[in-house]
């Protein structure tokens, strides 16, 4: 986890730099809320990880699980949810979108979602989350899995 986060501090820090190099303006705190944001996705991803890998033989398993449902999972049931209108919070690809529109100063009056008819439907298709559902459900999932996993971990050692 902390490598992932330094890597990703090194990355956001050269964005600040050469951003700042480029348009000589100065650091917009967005950038800061971006990053708490990946740091809250990525542990999201890990305490997901460690639950998996608490009941899990070895690890091939669990990153095959963790990229497929990353990739696959949550699109999929993204798929028959989306006819319902509810907001998909429990999705972390619909989570992550937050950490690249955060950054813009226009962030709170951009539409988060748009609809369209199809036949006597209305779909509604939710681009990304609300900064403080994104903030509650990355939390959420960090404390439910790392429990879960604690437990686990627990279980199996009596």
């Known amino acids: 986890y902390i490598l992932i986060i330094?890597?990703?501090?090194?990355?956001?820090?050269?964005m600040v730099l050469l951003s700042f190099y480029y348009y000589a303006e100065p650091i917009p705190p967005s950038l800061f809320l971006s990053f708490a944001y990946l740091a809250l996705y990525i542990l999201a991803l890990a305490s997901i990880t460690t639950f998996l890998s608490s009941f899990m033989p070895s690890a091939g398993p669990v990153i095959i699980i963790i990229v497929a449902l990353n990739f696959f999972g949550f699109s999929i049931f993204d798929v028959?949810?989306?006819?319902?209108?509810?907001?998909?919070?429990?999705?972390?690809?619909?989570?992550?979108?937050?950490?690249?529109?955060?950054?813009?100063?226009?962030?709170?009056?951009?539409?988060?979602?748009?609809?369209?008819?199809?036949?006597?439907?209305?779909?509604?298709?939710?681009?990304?989350?609300?900064?403080?559902?994104?903030?509650?459900?990355?939390?959420?999932?960090?404390?439910?899995?790392?429990?879960?996993?604690?437990?686990?971990f627990k279980r199996r050692q009596l």
């Not at 330094?6 to 050269?14: D, I, N």
């Not at 319902?84 to 619909?94: A, D, N, V």
């Open 6 to 14: 330094g890597t990703s501090a090194v990355q956001y820090f050269l």
């Open 80 to 152: 028959f949810v989306t006819p319902t209108g509810i907001e998909p919070l429990y999705s972390l690809t619909y989570l992550g979108n937050i950490i690249s529109k955060i950054v813009y100063p226009e962030f709170s009056t951009i539409v988060r979602y748009y609809e369209f008819l199809s036949g006597n439907l209305t779909i509604r298709v939710w681009l990304f989350p609300s900064a403080l559902g994104a903030l509650i459900a990355l939390i959420l999932y960090a404390i439910v899995f790392f429990l879960l996993g604690y437990l686990l």
